[in-house]
């Protein structure tokens, strides 16, 4: 069993800044933590978030957060380099898409000590195998990809889904993955 580890003067780095990591970055700092973030944009430091590049993030960050969409540029994002650049008191979350993460290279640093632990609500493949390793690794917690199956997440995702309708339409397109900023 991995021992808790509290979160207070830890640095988060978040690898994209959308709505969620917005989001994530408020609690964050609510429990004071630093918080780093690495986008596809150059942006200022604000509001004690700084921004920064991927590699600063890996290197620098007790915490990372995988908030960005699946794309051939993102995907395995975190492989065997990307991994040995962390900390080895570093944990891993990936909440977004499971191919961000080489699955294969992602059991050999938790076996090797390279990380010190995965949350993973999504894997490279889902289902996840039964005979996958990371259901009997102690330094990994997996949950299930269900948050949307609250009512008020699915009503929220019909709303923006009719969003999205009428402003195709109206030719002035938004959510466009090809334009994603952050």
Known sequence: ?????EVNGKTLG????????????????A????VLVATR?????????HFTTQEEVLKNSDF?????????????????????MMKPTAYLINTARGPLVDEQALIEALDDGVIAGA???VQEFEPLDDASPLYNMDNVIITPHMGWRGLETRQRLVS???????????????????????
Do not use: W
């Not at 195709?168 to 900023?181: L, T, Y």
């Open 119 to 121: 949350g993973l609500d």
């Open 41 to 49: 944009t150059a942006r200022p430091d604000s509001g004690g978030v």
């Open 14 to 29: 978040l690898i994209g800044y959308g709505n969620i990591s917005r989001q994530i970055i408020r609690v964050a700092q």
């Open 160 to 182: 923006m889904i009719g969003d999205n309708i009428r402003a195709f339409a109206s030719g002035h397109p938004i959510n466009r993955v090809d334009e994603i900023k952050g």
């Open 31 to 34: 429990m004071g933590m630093n």
């Open 1 to 5: 069993m991995v021992d808790h580890v």
């Open 64 to 84: 990372i957060s995988l908030n960005c969409p699946l794309t051939e540029a993102t995907r395995h994002l975190i492989n065997r380099q990307t991994l040995a």
